[in-house]
Structure formats: C-alpha cells, structure tokens
C-alpha cells in the first residue's frame, strides 16, 4: 500500500466509518469519504484534512442506484481505479422490545435494503474499478450478532437477547454474501472479508440503553487489518479483534 492507494469507505462522516476513514488516511492512502449529506461529508473532511490527512467528500446513498452510478462515474474520471472497498454504511431498524411475530415486513425491507441489497449494489457499481488495482480488498462491516453460533449457543450472552427478526438476520445475510463475493473474487485476487468491530460508544448505539466504553477508533481497527492484508491474507472470512468470529 503506497500514498497512491485509493480507499473508499461508505457511512463515513461519523462513528466507525470516520475512525476507519481517519486511520485508513493516516496510513497514507487516498480515502473517499462517503456520505448521504454533502454537507455533513464535507465537514467530516475538513475535520480530516485539518490534521493532514488526503482525504475527499463522495456523496453517496447506497439505497439509491443512480447516486452509486455517479459515484462510481466520479472516482473513475478521477482515480481511476480503486484498492479498498469498506461497506461500512448500515442501519439498525431499532424497534425496542419488537419480536419477529410483530415485526412489520416494511422494516425488514427497509434494513436490508442498506445492510445487504445496498452492499451488493456499491459492491458491483465499484467491481470494474477494483479487478483495476492490483491487490483489491473488500471489507463488509457485519457485527456479532450477525453470528449463528453466538445465537444458539446457551452459555454465549446473545443466546439470552431478545429475538429479532431485523438487524441480525441482515448482518447474517451480509456475511453469506460476503462468502459468495470471495468465491467469486479469488481468481482476481481480491480478498473479501467480513469485520465484527464491536459494540462501540457510537450515535448507532447511544439508544440501547447500554454503557459502552469501546471507542469508534477500537472498533475501527479490525477493519483497517483486513483492508490492508498482504497478498497471502484470508478470504471469504469473519473476524473480529480476537480472530475468526463463528458462523
């Protein structure tokens, strides 16, 4: 990875997306902030650039396939290629104390609309730009509860949360499609992997009602591990800052 590498990460103008953002830069790659609000990416970026950082706005919505078109169109005119993918961009659905029996259909659409369909949409919308680098990575940001295993397991704290018919299943989709993209990458090259960051003291957790005293920065760090891995890295992976993360 050299000053030239060119890294995108979505949902970046604040919590993890921005610490990923910010460590990516200080890494001294080129990093394409991605926002749905141009005005809260470009104040992100002045935040960046204040400490010196190569870092520019992108805005994009990952549920809208005409704004992924034109990003792609844009970082083309402009890079050229593209080295590092992060889908970091996500949304909860949060609906406390809702089970999947009284779940509306209309909110599992919404949230898989962003955490999966959208993936899939930047993903391919960018696919042209990577196979262009010579060592490309993808990151997709899942999460614990996005695990199998945690959930039916009776000793694993996940087992005793609260069934969901919304956000877990989208992280568990995610990483099913994250072992379909590393499938189908690896003769190019790109490794695709999937982060566990964490809970983290972010606005994406500040409702739960749980004090969490892991920062952005920390969640932040397993994603920057695996958009850097060298050519002998893992693909089609979960992992979290303690390794592979169960199924």
Same mark, same amino acid.
């Given at each position: 990875?050299? =000053?030239?590498?060119?890294?995108?990460?979505?949902?970046? @103008?604040?919590g993890?997306?921005f610490?990923?953002?910010?460590?990516?830069?200080?890494?001294?790659?080129?990093?394409?902030? !991605?926002?749905?609000?141009?005005?809260?990416?470009?104040?992100a970026?002045?935040?960046?650039?204040?400490v010196?950082?190569?870092?520019?706005?992108?805005?994009?919505?990952?549920t809208?396939?005409?704004?992924?078109?034109?990003?792609?169109?844009?970082?083309?005119?402009?890079?050229? +290629?593209?080295?590092?993918?992060?889908? @970091? !961009?996500?949304?909860?659905? +949060?609906?406390?104390?809702?089970?999947? %029996?009284?779940?509306?259909?209309?909110?599992?659409?919404?949230?898989?609309?962003?955490?999966?369909?959208?993936?899939?949409?930047?993903? @391919?919308?960018?696919?042209?730009?990577?196979?262009?680098?010579?060592?490309?990575?993808?990151?997709n940001? %899942? %999460?614990?509860?996005?695990s199998?295993?945690?959930?039916?397991?009776?000793?694993?704290?996940?087992?005793?949360?609260?069934? %969901?018919?919304?956000?877990?299943?989208?992280?568990?989709?995610?990483?099913a499609?994250?072992?379909?993209? =590393?499938?189908?990458?690896?003769?190019?090259?790109?490794?695709? @992997?999937? !982060?566990?960051?964490?809970g983290?003291?972010?606005?994406?957790?500040?409702?739960?009602?749980?004090r969490?005293?892991?920062?952005?920065?920390?969640?932040?760090?397993?994603?920057?591990?695996? =958009?850097?891995?060298?050519?002998?890295?893992?693909?089609?992976?979960f992992?979290?800052d303690d390794?592979?993360?169960?199924?």
């Amino acid at each position: 990875m050299t =000053a030239t590498t060119i890294a995108l990460v979505t949902g970046a @103008n604040k919590g993890i997306g921005f610490e990923v953002a910010a460590q990516l830069a200080a890494r001294g790659m080129t990093v394409l902030l !991605a926002a749905r609000d141009a005005q809260r990416g470009e104040a992100a970026v002045a935040r960046l650039r204040a400490v010196g950082a190569d870092v520019h706005p992108l805005v994009l919505d990952v549920t809208d396939p005409a704004a992924i078109q034109a990003a792609a169109a844009h970082v083309a005119d402009r890079h050229g +290629h593209l080295d590092v993918l992060v889908n @970091n !961009a996500g949304i909860s659905g +949060h609906q406390a104390g809702e089970a999947p %029996s009284t779940t509306r259909p209309e909110l599992v659409r919404e949230v898989f609309e962003t955490n999966v369909v959208g993936v899939l949409m930047v993903t @391919n919308a960018f696919l042209p730009l990577l196979r262009r680098a010579p060592a490309a990575r993808i990151v997709n940001v %899942s %999460s614990g509860v996005g695990s199998m295993t945690h959930h039916t397991t009776p000793d694993h704290y996940m087992s005793r949360l609260l069934a %969901s018919a919304v956000y877990p299943p989208s992280k568990t989709a995610l990483n099913a499609l994250t072992i379909q993209y =590393a499938k189908e990458l690896g003769e190019d090259g790109i490794l695709v @992997n999937a !982060a566990a960051p964490g809970g983290c003291a972010t606005d994406f957790t500040k409702d739960l009602g749980l004090r969490i005293t892991r920062t952005a920065a920390d969640g932040a760090a397993i994603i920057v591990r695996l =958009a850097t891995l060298g050519p002998d890295g893992p693909t089609g992976g979960f992992f979290d800052d303690d390794g592979t993360v169960p199924w």
